[in-house]
């Protein structure tokens, strides 16, 4: 007889509650605020040069050639920070617009060029676990499938541990993420790149923004919990 444990179901539920309801903070922030064009008439390839120049970092801008995961398309690539080649990239619907939305977002990238070329220790800390975070999500769940089949706690055990890097770096996220959102803000303001008005659009699409990060992170550890508890059955 198939069986659901009604614990799992719980934690699946709240995951996908928190999931869906920070998709729809964001892409409603964006939606609204792609539509309202900034007073400086620059693209958003020219605030993140502006606010490079004016931070003195050295990187490369380019546009993704995709979508913006704001603007809910969701397919690979979107804006982002590669610390590996130091490139900022922007999606075409951030890169060449002139939207309070692409100000805030081009600001925010910017802002993880700025943490990186500062040493900013989260971030750093963040890079190192990359690739460990991204081989415990391939697998943890995997061996914590075949420790349950083979009934060996050692599986378990290895696939909760690989997990539980994924949630460290979920966790890590975070303040980096509110991080970059919070240098965005100061920059567009020093720089005189937005009205009060318009920083208060660009506030509300990066706070959206920063629940899906949260979202994440809670999801992660909600599930780590289930993990850990449900291994000493």
């Known amino acids: 007889m198939f069986y659901i444990d009604p614990s799992y179901l719980i934690v699946m539920l709240v995951s996908l509650a928190l999931s869906l309801f920070a998709s729809s903070?964001?892409?409603?922030?964006?939606?609204k605020y792609k539509q309202v064009p900034a007073h400086g008439g620059l693209t958003g390839a020219e605030v993140a040069k502006r606010i490079m120049d004016y931070a003195g970092i050295r990187c490369d801008l380019?546009?993704?050639?995709?979508?913006?995961?704001?603007?809910?398309?969701?397919?690979?690539?979107?804006?982002?920070?590669?610390?590996?080649?130091?490139?900022?990239?922007?999606?075409?619907?951030?890169?060449?617009?002139?939207?309070v939305a692409a100000y805030g977002i081009a600001a925010h990238e910017v802002g993880h060029a700025i943490q990186h070329a500062q040493g900013y220790k989260l971030l750093e800390f963040r890079n190192t676990i990359a690739p460990a975070a991204q081989l415990g999500s391939n697998f943890s769940y995997w061996l914590i499938l075949i420790g349950f089949v083979l009934n060996?706690?050692?599986?378990?055990?290895?696939?909760?541990i690989f997990f539980a890097v994924v949630v460290v770096f979920q966790l890590i996220t975070v303040p980096v993420e509110?991080?970059?959102?919070?240098?965005?803000?100061?920059?567009?303001?020093?720089?005189?790149?937005?009205?009060?008005?318009?920083?208060d659009g660009v506030a509300a699409v990066l706070n959206a923004a920063a629940l899906t990060y949260v979202a994440a992170a809670a999801t992660a550890v909600l599930n780590l919990i289930y993990l850990i508890l449900r291994s000493r059955r």
Do not use: N
């Not at 903070?25 to 939606?31: E, I, L, Y």
């Not at 397919?75 to 590669?82: A, K, N, S």
């Open 62 to 99: 380019e546009p993704t050639g995709k979508k913006s995961f704001f603007g809910g398309d969701g397919e690979g690539l979107d804006d982002h920070y590669d610390p590996k080649t130091k490139t900022v990239r922007l999606s075409p619907q951030v890169y060449g617009a002139r939207s």
């Open 152 to 160: 060996s706690l050692s599986f378990i055990k290895i696939g909760i």
């Open 25 to 31: 903070k964001v892409k409603s922030a964006f939606k």
């Open 178 to 199: 509110f991080d970059a959102s919070k240098r965005a803000k100061k920059l567009l303001s020093e720089l005189g790149l937005v009205h009060q008005a318009e920083a």
